[in-house]
């Protein structure tokens, strides 16, 4: 460069002389390294003098699989690269490696300078240095291995990300330094007082794969990244901009900058409901500044254009009144309602409200209380010292409500206040919701308000006689609880009827057949020896992919595969999107956008190849999305990039955690890869007078979505024809006709028999544990206890023409007219005063 008269300097260091040079325009450039730890790409603040960043190459560092270029956290990002190519044929290995790498990342500096002496010199270590030393032997051994399987290499070589060399104790891999490059290319955009400066990034492709997997790690960190052809038009007038706020920032720096109202930063509060979702929004923006003003966490961060204080109300922060003269909550006059809301004071403990004057909860002495009031008066004075308010609560029928309180609550504060919605916390989604500020949906307000009187009114009627005829004062009842309660008590009272469950083992059958049959049915099969297979028939048959998840659906197959309650699914799946990873967990819609098509693409294209992608949008009526992933990374990546430090999140993230995101990434996934073609044989058992029909896959033909995890559970049913076959072996055991119900089996009854929304399924079962009425057996089984019995008869008994299924269903087809704009909430509301006004009340006297 100096040889073509341009004035540069080498800037690998500290050189304080070189610095100045360049900062007062005696050089023209700086040169570095392209590596996370450079001067050059870290610390240097200069709006008005750095105009552009040039990778003279890809930003890349090679990694040697050897003794000394061992290093946790570099192996992590490797493992990552490679996990594609090697995981199919390696997956346990894998698996012991990435999980032994992981708990060895932060070891220390001298532990891996002793680990790597140890390694060198064939020596043993003592205790946690000894842990280390046997990982990274495992993860060398590992890596050696896999290298030499030809078929790995293939891949490899064919993978359009993945450099690799050498040769046995001389491998090495080229790795995109994503970091390094983000860092060099954000010192060319800066904040100034007018702004965001423009800047340029210029990269030179020196090699293509290495290039390929740089493109897609940022996409990966940044989630909207594109790169443009180089163009000597486009560049200058690029440049043009650049050097045009460059004048403007100097001028600021001098004083002198005189900026319109319109172009100058807003200053914004930006209230969310979820402290995590907070914190995960304030990350996606940089680091942010943690304030606390009257008890509120809040965080400040600077976008485009824009100061943002972000902060959470934790929740509601409104409640109906529980003064009974009003209705419990509500005024009734002259066929109008008129509902009446305070702040929430709520004691930890019991979960009832406790009038202010109280310092005690009256129900359960508890002295813990969340309370909203010190969280709306902060609200209040943040609304007042800025430019515009927003709100970006959750996109439903009770987010709506918040932001409807919210905006009541400030708007005589601060007029600027706009609605927000997204449905997945991630960068992208809140840009582009930041482009599309709307207001609150009213008709999703009052069908929040109609749900919430009606629970109150019913609670509020029915629980206090449940108090005084049972004598227990926690007792509750509710419209879509009590049926639920009545399904499993109805379940519990016919689980004790037996059936016979037969395992039967025939000679020419390679596989056992299993099934339930009259009591005695074992005892006369084994008796005369033989039985007849009839009607053997084979046929092809296509198979689609099930659509993404719903809440039901992911409820339901959760609760089953997990083995855990719907509440601890509903906790997964909440802190999995505020840590930004799925989109909106509480939906009906199987619906997916263009983006989530092509986050899949990204996926099946680069680990199964183009020709399993089938991109499909499965819609659904409805303004939600499907349940689906954000990135197109699985759980196995996910923890890895975590692990090596690369991505983090502002919530902390647990094993069913990363269990939960796994099954909605795979059945998302799935959802847009092509069908199977699976091969099914069938049968008819036949003994006497009892028949049964049997049908098994007994080949997949074309694995298409199948590939992704084994779906079809394939058996080997020898050469199996009509005629009569010899009974080697015939056992049986008792088993119940009518096997209890599971948190599975009751949120897909909810969801069929139309009653309960996907917001609430999980509460609704989790308030039948809590108040006693169902206790849980074996492997999430639920069972009526003595007192849901008790409770569910007297309620069927009294007040069955309230609480019984159909009405309950009707009432919530309702409500859903009243969110859609095509029924009024007072005529709702009058129906339902009707039928309960006339309910005698008598409180239990303390």
Same mark, same amino acid.
């Given at each position: 460069?100096?040889?073509?008269?341009?004035?540069?300097?080498?800037?690998?260091?500290?050189?304080?002389?070189?610095?100045?040079?360049?900062?007062?325009?005696?050089?023209?450039?700086?040169?570095?390294?392209?590596?996370?730890?450079?001067?050059?790409?870290?610390?240097?603040?200069?709006?008005?003098?750095?105009?552009?960043?040039?990778?003279?190459?890809?930003?890349?560092?090679?990694?040697?699989?050897?003794?000394?270029?061992?290093?946790?956290?570099?192996?992590?990002?490797?493992?990552?690269?490679?996990?594609?190519?090697?995981?199919?044929?390696?997956?346990?290995?894998?698996?012991?490696?990435?999980?032994?790498?992981?708990?060895?990342?932060?070891?220390?500096?001298?532990?891996?300078?002793?680990?790597?002496?140890?390694?060198?010199?064939?020596?043993?270590?003592?205790?946690?240095?000894?842990?280390?030393?046997?990982?990274?032997?495992?993860?060398?051994?590992?890596?050696?291995?896999?290298?030499?399987?030809?078929?790995?290499?293939?891949?490899?070589?064919?993978?359009?990300?993945?450099?690799?060399?050498?040769?046995?104790?001389?491998?090495?891999?080229?790795?995109?330094?994503?970091?390094?490059?983000?860092?060099?290319?954000?010192?060319?955009?800066?904040?100034?007082?007018?702004?965001?400066?423009?800047?340029?990034?210029?990269?030179?492709?020196?090699?293509?794969?290495?290039?390929?997997?740089?493109?897609?790690?940022?996409?990966?960190?940044?989630?909207?990244?594109?790169?443009?052809?180089?163009?000597?038009?486009?560049?200058?007038?690029?440049?043009?901009?650049?050097?045009?706020?460059?004048?403007?920032?100097?001028?600021?720096?001098?004083?002198?900058?005189?900026?319109?109202?319109?172009?100058?930063?807003?200053?914004?509060?930006?209230?969310?409901?979820?402290?995590?979702?907070?914190?995960?929004?304030?990350?996606?923006?940089?680091?942010?500044?943690?304030?606390?003003?009257?008890?509120?966490?809040?965080?400040?961060?600077?976008?485009?254009?824009?100061?943002?204080?972000?902060?959470?109300?934790?929740?509601?922060?409104?409640?109906?009144?529980?003064?009974?003269?009003?209705?419990?909550?509500?005024?009734?006059?002259?066929?109008?309602?008129?509902?009446?809301?305070?702040?929430?004071?709520?004691?930890?403990?019991?979960?009832?409200?406790?009038?202010?004057?109280?310092?005690?909860?009256?129900?359960?002495?508890?002295?813990?209380?969340?309370?909203?009031?010190?969280?709306?008066e902060a609200l209040r004075k943040l609304a007042s010292q800025v430019d515009e308010v927003?709100?970006?609560?959750?996109?439903?029928?009770?987010?709506?409500?918040?932001?409807?309180?919210?905006?009541?609550?400030?708007?005589?504060?601060?007029?600027?206040?706009?609605?927000?919605?997204?449905?997945?916390?991630?960068?992208?989604?809140?840009?582009?919701?930041?482009?599309?500020?709307?207001?609150?949906?009213?008709?999703?307000?009052?069908?929040?308000?109609?749900?919430?009187?009606?629970?109150?009114?019913?609670?509020?009627?029915?629980?206090?006689?449940?108090?005084?005829?049972?004598?227990?004062?926690?007792?509750?009842?509710?419209?879509?609880?009590?049926?639920?309660?009545?399904?499993?008590?109805?379940?519990?009272?016919?689980?004790?009827?037996?059936?016979?469950?037969?395992?039967?083992?025939?000679?020419?059958?390679?596989? @056992? *057949?299993?099934? $339930?049959?009259? %009591?005695?049915?074992?005892? !006369?099969?084994?008796?005369?020896?033989? /039985?007849? =297979?009839?009607?053997?028939?084979?046929?092809?048959?296509?198979?689609?992919?099930?659509?993404?998840?719903?809440?039901?659906?992911?409820?339901?197959?959760?609760?089953?595969?997990?083995?855990?309650?719907?509440?601890?699914?509903?906790?997964?799946?909440?802190?999995?999107?505020?840590?930004?990873?799925?989109?909106?967990?509480?939906?009906?819609?199987?619906?997916?956008?263009?983006?989530?098509?092509?986050?899949?693409?990204?996926?099946?294209?680069?680990?199964?190849?183009?020709?399993?992608?089938?991109?499909?949008?499965?819609?659904?009526?409805?303004?939600?999305?499907?349940?689906?992933?954000?990135? @197109? *990374?699985?759980? $196995?990546?996910? %923890?890895?990039?975590?692990? !090596?430090?690369?991505?983090?999140?502002? /919530?902390? =993230?647990?094993?069913?955690?990363?269990?939960?995101?796994?099954?909605?990434?795979?059945?998302?996934?799935?959802?847009?890869?092509?069908?199977?073609?699976?091969?099914?044989?069938?049968?008819?058992?036949?003994?006497?007078?009892?028949?049964?029909?049997?049908?098994?896959?007994?080949?997949?033909?074309?694995?298409?979505?199948?590939?992704?995890?084994?779906?079809?559970?394939?058996?080997?049913?020898?050469?199996?024809?009509?005629?009569?076959?010899?009974?080697?072996?015939?056992?049986?055991?008792?088993?119940?006709?009518?096997?209890?119900?599971?948190?599975?089996?009751?949120?897909?009854?909810?969801?069929?028999?139309?009653?309960?929304?996907p917001s609430t399924y999980a509460k609704i079962l989790d308030t039948l544990k809590r108040?006693?009425?169902?206790?849980?057996?074996?492997?999430?089984?639920?069972?009526?206890?003595?007192?849901?019995?008790?409770?569910?008869?007297?309620?069927?008994?009294?007040?069955?023409?309230?609480?019984?299924?159909?009405?309950?269903?009707?009432?919530?087809?309702?409500?859903?007219?009243?969110?859609?704009?095509?029924?009024?909430?007072?005529?709702?509301?009058?129906?339902?005063?009707?039928?309960?006004?006339?309910?005698?009340?008598?409180?239990?006297?303390?």
């Amino acid at each position: 460069l100096k040889g073509r008269g341009l004035k540069v300097e080498a800037y690998l260091g500290s050189r304080k002389k070189v610095f100045n040079e360049f900062v007062e325009g005696r050089l023209d450039a700086l040169i570095g390294i392209a590596s996370y730890r450079s001067p050059l790409t870290r610390g240097i603040d200069l709006p008005e003098r750095v105009r552009y960043a040039v990778f003279a190459g890809v930003p890349k560092f090679r990694l040697r699989i050897s003794v000394e270029d061992f290093q946790p956290s570099r192996w992590l990002i490797l493992l990552n690269e490679i996990k594609d190519a090697v995981y199919e044929r390696y997956s346990e290995e894998f698996d012991r490696v990435l999980g032994g790498l992981i708990k060895i990342r932060t070891a220390s500096r001298e532990t891996l300078e002793a680990v790597r002496e140890a390694l060198r010199d064939r020596k043993e270590l003592s205790g946690y240095q000894e842990f280390v030393r046997r990982v990274a032997e495992e993860s060398l051994r590992f890596m050696n291995k896999v290298l030499k399987d030809p078929e790995v290499v293939d891949r490899l070589r064919k993978s359009k990300t993945i450099t690799f060399g050498g040769r046995e104790g001389e491998y090495f891999f080229i790795i995109p330094d994503a970091t390094a490059y983000i860092q060099a290319s954000g010192r060319t955009s800066r904040l100034y007082v007018g702004g965001l400066t423009k800047g340029l990034s210029v990269l030179v492709i020196d090699e293509e794969k290495a290039y390929n997997a740089l493109l897609r790690d940022l996409k990966w960190l940044l989630e909207t990244l594109e790169f443009s052809e180089y163009d000597e038009v486009r560049v200058a007038k690029v440049l043009k901009e650049v050097d045009r706020d460059r004048a403007k920032v100097r001028k600021a720096l001098e004083g002198k900058l005189r900026v319109k109202k319109r172009e100058l930063m807003k200053t914004t509060l930006f209230v969310v409901e979820s402290p995590n979702k907070a914190r995960t929004i304030a990350k996606l923006f940089g680091r942010p500044t943690k304030r606390v003003i009257n008890g509120l966490q809040t965080y400040e961060v600077l976008t485009e254009n824009r100061l943002m204080v972000i902060t959470a109300t934790g929740g509601h922060i409104l409640d109906l009144v529980t003064d009974i003269r009003k209705w419990f909550g509500v005024v009734v006059r002259d066929s109008s309602f008129k509902p009446f809301y305070k702040p929430i004071r709520r004691c930890v403990k019991c979960g009832r409200e406790v009038p202010e004057e109280e310092v005690v909860c009256p129900s359960c002495g508890g002295k813990v209380f969340v309370e909203s009031k010190p969280v709306i008066e902060a609200l209040r004075k943040l609304a007042s010292q800025v430019d515009e308010v927003l709100v970006g609560t959750d996109p439903d029928s009770e987010g709506e409500k918040i932001a409807w309180d919210v905006t009541l609550l400030l708007k005589p504060l601060n007029k600027n206040i706009y609605r927000v919605r997204f449905h997945e916390v991630t960068r992208r989604g809140l840009i582009e919701a930041l482009k599309n500020l709307t207001s609150v949906d009213e008709h999703l307000v009052h069908a929040q308000i109609v749900r919430r009187i009606e629970d109150r009114w019913i609670g509020f009627s029915l629980s206090p006689i449940l108090w005084k005829v049972f004598k227990l004062n926690f007792l509750s009842a509710g419209r879509v609880q009590t049926p639920v309660l009545g399904w499993v008590v109805d379940r519990t009272n016919i689980h004790k009827a037996k059936a016979e469950l037969v395992t039967l083992k025939l000679e020419g059958v390679e596989i @056992p *057949l299993i099934f $339930k049959a009259p %009591k005695g049915f074992a005892d !006369a099969v084994r008796s005369a020896g033989k /039985v007849f =297979l009839t009607d053997v028939r084979r046929s092809l048959q296509e198979v689609h992919p099930p659509p993404p998840y719903t809440t039901d659906t992911m409820l339901s197959e959760a609760a089953r595969v997990l083995k855990v309650s719907a509440v601890k699914v509903m906790e997964s799946a909440q802190r999995l999107f505020e840590a930004g990873l799925i989109t909106y967990h509480r939906t009906d819609s199987t619906t997916v956008s263009s983006l989530g098509i092509s986050i899949a693409r990204d996926y099946i294209e680069r680990v199964f190849g183009h020709e399993f992608f089938h991109g499909r949008k499965w819609e659904r009526e409805g303004a939600h999305e499907c349940i689906r992933p954000t990135r @197109p *990374l699985d759980s $196995k990546q996910i %923890k890895t990039l975590r692990a !090596a430090g690369v991505i983090s999140f502002a /919530v902390p =993230l647990r094993p069913d955690d990363y269990r939960l995101y796994d099954l909605i990434f795979r059945r998302f996934i799935a959802s847009q890869m092509i069908p199977s073609e699976i091969e099914k044989t069938s049968f008819k058992l036949v003994f006497n007078d009892f028949s049964k029909e049997f049908t098994f896959v007994t080949q997949v033909v074309e694995e298409g979505f199948s590939k992704l995890s084994k779906y079809f559970n394939v058996v080997n049913l020898g050469e199996l024809r009509d005629g009569e076959y010899l009974v080697t072996e015939v056992t049986s055991r008792a088993v119940p006709e009518h096997p209890l119900y599971t948190y599975s089996d009751l949120v897909e009854l909810m969801k069929s028999r139309g009653i309960g929304r996907p917001s609430t399924y999980a509460k609704i079962l989790d308030t039948l544990k809590r108040r006693g009425y169902v206790v849980e057996v074996g492997k999430g089984k639920l069972v009526a206890t003595r007192r849901g019995k008790d409770v569910f008869k007297f309620l069927n008994e009294k007040f069955n023409d309230l609480i019984n299924e159909e009405r309950t269903r009707k009432l919530q087809e309702k409500i859903d007219l009243i969110e859609a704009g095509k029924e009024k909430a007072e005529n709702v509301l009058r129906e339902f005063y009707e039928e309960i006004k006339n309910i005698k009340v008598s409180l239990p006297s303390r």
